[in-house]
């Protein structure tokens, strides 16, 4: 598998461009526990980044999808993607990343080539998300929206606390938000290119999402529903319930 992309003799029109992805995976995951970087850790016997980058892939508007590596795993991956099978109307190319995750985004975009003008940035801990819900974003960009992201309502209500200084303290509540305004945000968010890439020039700090990037330039960010199995693996019990939904396809839907 070539380090570049493939060059392609058919291209979409700029109003049908197809879309790149960008999967930061250069974290450790200590939150899982000790061992592999959690993007590599297996979901049915299978790394949770090749779940990922089948679940980007799966969709037909994407033609790009960009792996940011730990700077001394770039190898690894490179020979993981090799040893399992992936679409081949979909290009790949693995970079390495950096100290943060916003910094391994940035390195992402910066290797897309040019004409890619839809991008979206995807969890690696996030294996199980439908295609259904990839293609609502890559749409709503298309549409004209110049940030989109996945989002479900919360079940739970939610309290804003002043927190504790010591560890299991009782905290004291401040307020109560609104619970139907609220929502819990996922990935793959999607951008308007030129939109990303402004975000990540002009935005400093550390924030824990690239759509926070875009809202600090004051620009708009628009939802679309996300869906109950794009949920983030990072604690074991996550997994368990990851193994058991994918359990469920592969004895329903053949998986």
Excluded: C, W, Y
Excluded at 186 to 211: C, I, K, M, S, Y
């Amino acid at each position: 598998m070539s380090d570049a992309a493939f060059p392609r003799e058919e291209r979409p029109s700029p109003s049908a461009a197809r879309a790149a992805v960008v999967i930061p995976a250069a974290g450790r995951g200590v939150r899982l526990g000790p061992g592999a970087p959690k993007a590599l850790r297996t979901l049915g016997g299978t790394p949770m980044l090749i779940h990922a980058v089948r679940a980007m892939a799966a969709s037909r508007h994407v033609s790009l999808v960009v792996l940011v590596a730990p700077p001394d795993g770039v190898a690894e991956v490179r020979s993981l993607l090799d040893s399992h099978s992936l679409p081949e109307r979909t290009d790949f190319l693995v970079v390495p990343g950096g100290a943060t995750r916003q910094e391994s985004v940035r390195l992402g975009l910066e290797a897309l080539p040019a004409g890619s003008e839809v991008v979206l940035v995807h969890d690696a801990a996030r294996p199980l998300v439908p295609v259904e819900t990839v293609d609502a974003v890559i749409e709503a960009v298309r549409a004209g929206a110049g940030a989109v992201v996945p989002a479900l309502p919360l079940a739970d209500t939610v309290k804003e606390v002043e927190p504790a200084e010591a560890a299991g303290a009782p905290e004291p509540v401040v307020a109560t938000p609104v619970r139907a305004r609220l929502r819990a945000v996922q990935t793959p968010q999607g951008f308007d290119r030129a939109v990303l890439t402004r975000a990540h020039q002009e935005v400093e700090g550390e924030v824990t999402d690239d759509a926070s990037m875009v809202e600090r330039l004051g620009l708009g960010v628009v939802t679309v529903p996300g869906h109950e199995e794009a949920f983030k693996v990072t604690r074991p019990l996550d997994l368990v319930l990851a193994e058991a939904v994918l359990a469920r396809r592969r004895r329903n839907d053949g998986f």
